[in-house]
């Protein structure tokens, strides 16, 4: 996988939890409908970058926005910030 799919992937993932979170506001539910997508692009996400890789992806997309709306931090084993944007996950889950 290119940087340029990955970022169309990651990008599309991230529209999409926008759009879920805008119908769960109108109590409209996609759970049941997704959730068979979600099962295979976490397999192949998975596949790709390994269960680490995945878990990086998943903080990523899921966590790394409270419901505050602050944006968190990830650092390394020497304390330089990780996961800030789309290339740094790129490197952190390809090793690059």
Do not use: P
């Not at 992937?9 to 119908?23: D, M």
């Not at 944006?71 to 020497?78: R, Y």
């Amino acid at each position: 996988m290119t940087f340029q799919e990955f970022e169309t992937v990651i990008n599309q993932l991230e529209g999409i939890l926008e759009r879920s979170h805008t119908l769960g506001k109108s109590n409209v539910s996609l759970i049941d409908y997704d959730e068979a997508f979600y099962v295979v692009i976490n397999t192949l996400l998975e596949s790709q970058f390994g269960k680490e890789g995945k878990d990086w992806i998943d903080w990523f997309l899921y966590e790394r926005k409270s419901h505050s709306g602050a944006v968190l931090t990830a650092h390394d084993k020497n304390n330089n910030e990780i996961c800030h944007n789309l290339l740094s996950l790129w490197e952190v889950v390809t090793g690059e």
